[in-house]
């Protein structure tokens, strides 16, 4: 990064991001006040009294922790970059397509990232980047394979592949697949789905009992053999108009259970993605993210997030 671009980042105390319309508040460590806490980062992304955000995404870190592998430098560690996510309820999350595609973007913006290949480090271990136009924000994310195994998801009785079980809810028999890519997804396929549908039942099965620490929900309508549409409930956010692994967990359950082929496009309220699953069971997901603004805290503001006054 030259001196420039660290002047921009020490003069912003936040930049403010969207994917698909799923946004974020990005807050570089080297101008943070601290590191976020549940409270700080509920009151920054209220929509009424902060700034407003689906999450935040606190990073480039230089180090995880003493068990996510070998320390990373400051300035990425030869292209590595650690990131903490945070959905906008305060917990954490261990992984999030859009919000590490919209990191990767921030690192472009700022100069962390000179070259178009480089890793994004979570809780959930490495995602692989690949830009592909600089211009547009265009960047393709390797997310692994993703488990549909009980107890990656977070579900409770044995361990088992999550494919068509029957989930009972208020009454009512529910065909679900589950898969994790390290944060957990349950699909469920309807022949219509809408967004009365993912307000009405979505937080029903994100906080069932079968999932003690919740789980995001994606609601899919099968189009054709290459196009799904989605509605989605995150366990952290509520509904969101977009999300990368939901979009992945969509098109991976509707591959497994026979619907549709390798290449999937996601269709969500905010846009789409493509998804792509290749044989040895990898999948990636497209797409773009945006700037939308910077900024800096009010001093009122800045003194209740830091219980000090200006």
Same mark, same amino acid.
């Given at each position: 990064?030259?001196?420039?671009?660290?002047?921009?980042?020490?003069?912003?105390?936040? #930049?403010?991001?969207?994917?698909?319309?799923?946004?974020?508040?990005?807050?570089?460590?080297?101008?943070?006040?601290?590191?976020?806490?549940?409270? #700080?980062?509920?009151?920054?992304?209220?929509?009424?009294?902060?700034?407003?955000?689906?999450?935040?995404?606190?990073?480039?870190?230089? $180090?995880?922790?003493?068990?996510?592998?070998?320390?990373?430098?400051?300035? *990425?560690?030869?292209?590595?970059?650690?990131?903490?996510?945070?959905?906008?309820?305060?917990?954490?999350?261990?992984?999030?397509?859009?919000?590490?595609?919209?990191?990767?973007?921030?690192?472009?913006?700022? *100069?962390?990232?000179?070259?178009?290949?480089?890793?994004?480090?979570?809780?959930?271990?490495?995602?692989?980047?690949?830009?592909?136009?600089?211009?547009? *924000?265009?960047?393709?994310?390797?997310?692994?394979?993703?488990?549909?195994?009980?107890? $990656?998801?977070?579900?409770?009785?044995?361990?088992?592949?999550?494919?068509?079980?029957?989930?009972?809810?208020?009454?009512?028999?529910?065909?679900?697949?589950?898969?994790?890519?390290?944060?957990?997804?349950?699909?469920?396929?309807?022949?219509?789905?809408?967004?009365?549908?993912?307000?009405?039942?979505?937080?029903?099965?994100?906080?069932?009992?079968?999932?003690?620490?919740?789980?995001?929900?994606?609601?899919?309508?099968?189009?054709?053999?290459?196009?799904?549409?989605?509605?989605?409930?995150?366990?952290?956010?509520?509904?969101?108009?977009?999300?990368?692994?939901?979009?992945?967990?969509?098109?991976?359950?509707?591959?497994?259970?026979?619907?549709?082929?390798?290449?999937?496009?996601?269709?969500?309220?905010? *846009?789409?993605?493509?998804?792509?699953?290749?044989?040895?069971?990898?999948?990636?997901?497209?797409?773009?993210?945006?700037?939308?603004?910077?900024?800096?805290?009010?001093?009122?503001?800045?003194?209740?997030?830091?219980?000090?006054?200006?």
């Amino acid at each position: 990064m030259n001196t420039d671009e660290r002047r921009v980042c020490m003069d912003q105390d936040f #930049t403010k991001y969207e994917a698909l319309g799923n946004d974020y508040l990005v807050i570089d460590p080297s101008a943070a006040w601290a590191s976020p806490t549940a409270d #700080t980062v509920r009151m920054v992304t209220d929509r009424r009294r902060g700034v407003g955000a689906d999450g935040l995404l606190f990073g480039p870190l230089a $180090d995880l922790g003493p068990d996510d592998g070998p320390p990373l430098t400051p300035d *990425g560690g030869g292209g590595v970059f650690g990131l903490r996510i945070f959905n906008s309820d305060g917990t954490p999350c261990a992984r999030s397509g859009n919000g590490i595609r919209v990191f990767a973007r921030y690192l472009m913006d700022h *100069g962390y990232a000179g070259a178009d290949d480089f890793t994004i480090r979570t809780d959930a271990g490495p995602t692989a980047v690949r830009v592909l136009d600089r211009a547009s *924000g265009l960047i393709r994310l390797a997310l692994g394979p993703m488990s549909s195994s009980s107890r $990656d998801v977070g579900a409770t009785g044995h361990d088992r592949p999550m494919l068509r079980e029957t989930l009972r809810v208020d009454g009512e028999d529910i065909e679900i697949t589950c898969l994790s890519d390290g944060n957990p997804h349950c699909v469920v396929v309807r022949e219509n789905v809408t967004p009365e549908l993912a307000h009405a039942l979505g937080p029903r099965i994100a906080g069932h009992p079968a999932f003690p620490g919740r789980i995001n929900v994606e609601f899919v309508q099968v189009r054709d053999h290459a196009t799904v549409r989605a509605e989605i409930w995150e366990r952290g956010a509520g509904y969101t108009l977009a999300s990368g692994s939901g979009a992945c967990a969509a098109a991976r359950a509707a591959q497994l259970l026979g619907l549709t082929g390798e290449k999937v496009t996601v269709e969500m309220p905010g *846009g789409s993605l493509e998804v792509e699953t290749a044989r040895s069971g990898e999948v990636s997901v497209t797409g773009t993210a945006a700037q939308v603004a910077t900024g800096r805290w009010a001093p009122d503001f800045r003194a209740r997030l830091t219980g000090r006054r200006p």
